[in-house]
């Protein structure tokens, strides 16, 4: 009788804590379902994620964090009454099961309460410690009718929660579900994406201010999925960072963009220079300039007329191995760009630091010229005369109008990029518009 006890809470309750684990709570729940579909009541299934909980373990070893958990175990069962439950779902999560709920309102008095036990620091051998949460909420019906459903969607509004500063409460709603879906989608058919040929690529002349004439492109990746249709790059590009897919992705437009390079130079008798946009994922490769060396030999394409295009945020992030990664890429002879400029967190020192050879002006700062902002005016100014002082090239995205334009020139910037003179093309419209030139 003593074993199948100690058998029964080895199997049904968290050996730390002794809260329920998660086999336990999945069976009170799939009980308090089938209860309360004869009521019509509802379920509140509340999901905690405590937000940098790591730290604990790192600074003061896990037997502190352990003891945290403890704590935090004791904290969130005060916050509830006899008949809800709540549970050690693994690691630094916790699950609580709300039920015999009338209406909305009466969760929300616990998950108020359950938020308000993170404004108090934990003690841990004298040392005090701040932790707060990440909290998702799912309601039955509404949220789903099955426990794995419900689990699930509380999950879902937890990640949400993370994604969007951490420390807070979140509510499941129908669009939170649909864009999670909508994401696993895409992100499946990413996948398969390359194999398939549906990514594409667009190319965006860039002008000489000066003279108006074509100097170089922007490469632009474009992705057309059957399912989808055409996919914007703003959805679609975070997705291949997230999952890695951006490496095996970011080399084909690499590659892709220099055979093309090759063509548009043997129908044109100027000089041309080609753009590639490069992300942070990909600079994190320790072999990212190897792979760029390689692709660059077999193609046969001069790396003095190429061009990395890294984002402003790329560029002042601060791991090490960015800035090593760039020099590699800028022994090859391939010049830097930093896209986006004056958006993020623009440091001055990073431009003395960073091999950085031009700079984009963000577009917003170019659209505010037609609005007449002052504001935007004198920070388009200032950019220019400090990229100047420091011998950095200036090109200006987003230019739309005749006014932007001549603003832009009259104030130095050496190269145009917009609808005013090219929307982005594909490679036959730019041959076609080469050979006319």
Sequence with gaps: EESEKKLYRMAYYDALTGLPNKEM???????????????????????????????????MGHSAGDTVLKQMASRLSSCLRGEDTVSRFGGDEFLMMVGNIKNPDDLKIITDRIMAVFKH??????????????????????????????????????????????????????????????????????????????FFLNYQPQIKAETKEIIGFEALLRWRNNEFGMIRPDVFIPIAEQTGLIRSIGLWVFKTACEQFKIFESIFSKELCMSINLSLEQLKDNNIADKIHRIISEVGVDPNKLEIEITESTVFNEDPSVLQRLKDIKSLGLSISIDDFGKGYSSMSRLKTFPIDSLKIDMDFVHGISSKSQKDQALIYSIIQLAKSLNIAVVAEGVETEEQFIYLKENGCDMIQGYYFYKPMAASDIESLLTRD
């Design 121 to 198: 620091p934990f003690s841990v051998q004298d040392i005090e410690y701040f932790i707060t949460a990440s909290v998702g909420v799912a309601v039955y019906p509404y949220d789903g009718e099955d426990s794995e459903t419900l689990i699930k969607n509380a999950d879902i509004a937890t990640y949400s929660a993370k994604s969007n500063g951490k420390n807070m409460c979140v509510y499941c709603t129908t669009d939170m579900k649909n864009d999670i879906m909508q994401k696993l989608r895409l992100t499946n058919s990413m996948y398969r994406a390359l194999d398939r040929n549906e």
């Design 25 to 59: 709570l999945t069976y009170s729940l799939n009980c308090a379902i089938e209860a309360t579909k004869r009521n019509a009541g509802l379920i509140g299934v509340i999901y905690i994620d405590l937000d940098n909980f790591k730290s604990v373990n790192d600074t």
